[in-house]
């Protein structure tokens, strides 16, 4: 069956401090790991990752892929209270179709 | 910047109804999604929607389902005959043909079934 599975499952942390999300799967003809951020509505995309250990990187955001060992991590560093939301992680095959993982929720605090 | 948009907000409907959610993708997007989200649940996979027909489906999306794109905009969500259960919100999202790496979501829908 095919999976993803995201951990921890929640996290709370003090403004400043450094967070490492993981999501690891079991996806038969893997295309791509997607990670969103889901605030009150719809989640909003910010990576996609397809070739193994290349560091993907928007400010205080980056995110890698290692797909020998079929995971990814998320790291945000200097965390801000906006950063409090659930980080939902997704991995595309090639039948078109998604897998989400169900989420490790943030908590950031002043 | 153009944007997924779903109607309506919110649809409180009593079991056995029917219900239709309406999603408008982006007009340059070719693949039409849903998905639905139980409260406190992680976010599944319905269907995907391509050329006029459904490319891949979910154990979830069985007879009671049906998808549309009845004009040249919307794209639908039909549930025939509701039930307790199908509670959720149900998220439209589309995508650009030959790009796998973003798909858009829209707002969404929260369906309450009593």
């Known amino acids: 069956e095919d999976k993803v599975v995201q951990s921890p499952l929640s996290l709370v942390v003090h403004e400043g401090d450094t967070v490492t999300l993981n999501c690891s799967y079991e996806?038969?003809?893997?295309?791509?790991l997607l990670w969103y951020k889901q605030e009150k509505k719809a989640p909003t995309f910010l990576f996609m990752l397809t070739s193994s250990g290349i560091e993907k990187k928007s400010g205080r955001l980056s995110s890698i892929l290692d797909k020998k060992e079929l995971f990814s991590i998320l790291n945000i560093t200097a965390t801000q209270t906006g950063d409090s939301a659930i980080y939902l992680c997704?991995?595309?095959?090639?039948?078109?179709?998604?897998?989400f993982g169900t989420g490790t929720s943030l908590t950031v605090i002043p | 910047e153009p944007e997924v948009t779903q109607t309506p907000s919110h649809q409180v409907t009593q079991m056995g109804q029917e219900v239709i959610l309406r999603c408008v993708p982006i007009s340059n997007h070719l693949y039409f999604y849903w998905y639905r989200q139980i409260l406190g649940q992680k976010v599944e996979f319905l269907v995907s929607?391509?050329?006029?027909?459904?490319?891949?489906k979910s154990e979830i999306f069985d007879d009671q389902f049906s998808v549309e794109r009845p004009d040249g905009s919307n794209f639908t969500l039909k549930i025939r005959s509701t039930k307790l259960e199908d509670s959720a919100m149900y998220f439209c999202?589309?995508?650009?043909?030959?790009?796998?790496?973003?798909?858009?979501f829209g707002p969404g829908t929260r369906l309450t079934v009593l």
């Open positions: 999202a589309s995508r650009r043909a030959g790009s796998y790496n973003e798909q858009f």
């Open positions: 929607f391509y050329n006029n027909e459904i490319s891949e």
């Open positions: 996806v038969t003809n893997f295309r791509s």
């Open positions: 997704a991995v595309l095959n090639t039948g078109n179709q998604f897998y």
